[in-house]
Each structure stands twice: as C-alpha cells, then as structure tokens.
C-alpha cells in the first residue's frame, strides 16, 4: 500500500475495501517503492533494450542469426519483444524518470564497456575472477534453489528454424553486464521481491500480493 498524495480516509476505505481478500498489507513510501522498482527492473529493461537497438542498428531478425538461436537465447528474444509491445512511459518511468535507476543505468552501461575490453585484450583470468566474483555476490543466496532450466525446454520457445549442429556461440556480454551492474551497486535484486507475483514462498499460503498506488 503506497499513500501518495491521498489521504487518511482515503488509504483506509481501500484497505477496507482490500481486507475481503485476506491479504497481507505491506505499507510501503513512495521514495521506497522507487528503489525497489529500480533494484529489480532498470537493468534488466536497459539490456533488452540495449539487444533490441544492436539488433536494429544491424539490421538482423536475431532468429535469423545463428549466433541467437536456441536455449536462453529463445529467451533473450522473447523477453524482448515483450518489453518492446510495451508503453514507453513505462521505460521513462523506470529508468529516465526514477532517481533511483539512473546510476544504475550508468553502471550497466561502464559494466558493458570494461567487460568487453578484457574480452577484446584477452584477459581471461580477470574476466573469469570479475564475473565469478559478480555471480557469488548476486547468486550465492540462492545456492540451495533450481536457477536453470535445461535447453530442451528453452528450445521449444524458439523463433528460428537453425538446427542445433548449426548454432554458434554467444558471449551474453549483456547478461553477464548486468549482474557486474548489480555487484558494482551492492544490489542483490532476490532482495527487493517485496512486490513480486506470484506471491513469495516466505509468506502464508493463504496470502494474497497487492501491489496497490492509492494516488
């Protein structure tokens, strides 16, 4: 429940409005719900974003490509073409116009740059030690939870038509790019789920997440 430019009155009738649904209320700032925003989201859109405008700016269909064919590249395409059928308020709003996201946006982008030079230079040691030290610190909590999925199930999302024996390579620079971001900001996104869907196992079966802007 975020009071923003509402009322007393108003924040209670919603939530007398809301209890029918036996669901547990988090009250939450309009300062904090930004920061949240910002933690679990910026990055993520500026990278699809960022694939999209590399995809365009050379005039691919990735699903054309052997180099974006199968397992999570199945996914980086989707997850992409999602974002971009999307409003672009809702970018303006979680990147441009969120303070919370704009160093963040900055990070990703020094994150993007510095990998790539030690991958042009060849410094394999530095690059491996950057990014495992990266995974331990945004990952490490969740050693104990099924993370991956295998690319028998990625496959059947695929877009493109390019066997398997075909396919080539890719660096992911731009995932790998975005959990460096996320080291280089102290931001361990598993953190910030307060208002994920579906509801957190943490919280009673019984549960219901409303993510509620009582403007």
């Known amino acids: 429940m975020i009071q923003h430019r509402a009322s007393d009155e108003s924040l209670a ?13 988090v009250h939450l700032t309009a300062k904090e719900h930004d920061r949240i925003t910002a933690d679990t989201q910026a990055v993520t859109h500026a990278a699809f974003l960022s694939m999209g405008s590399a995809w365009t700016a050379n005039h691919q269909f990735p699903w054309e490509e052997k180099r974006w064919s199968g397992g999570i590249e199945n996914v980086k395409i989707n997850v992409t073409l999602r974002i971009y ?4 308020h809702v970018y303006a709003g979680l990147a441009i116009l969120n303070p919370s996201a704009q160093s963040q946006i900055r990070q990703y ?3 993007v740059t510095e990998l790539f030079k030690l991958i042009l230079q060849g410094k394999r ?3 491996a ?24 199930i990625l496959d059947q999302f695929s877009l493109s038509g390019i066997p398997k024996a075909e396919r080539k390579p890719n660096s992911h620079l731009s995932l790998l790019a975005m959990v460096d971001c996320w080291h280089k900001c102290g931001i361990v996104p598993y953190d910030h789920m307060l208002c994920s869907t579906p509801v957190i196992p943490s ?13």
């Open 13 to 25: 009738l919603v939530t007398r409005i809301l209890s029918c649904f036996e669901p547990t209320f």
């Open 85 to 88: 059928s999307n409003k672009w």
């Open 109 to 111: 982008a020094a994150s």
């Open 125 to 127: 040691e530095e690059f």
């Open 129 to 152: 030690a950057r990014i495992k030290a990266a995974g331990d610190f945004v990952f490490g909590g969740q050693r104990d939870h099924d993370l991956l999925l295998r690319d028998e």
């Open 203 to 215: 919280f009673p079966p019984n549960s219901h997440r409303l993510h509620i802007n009582t403007s």
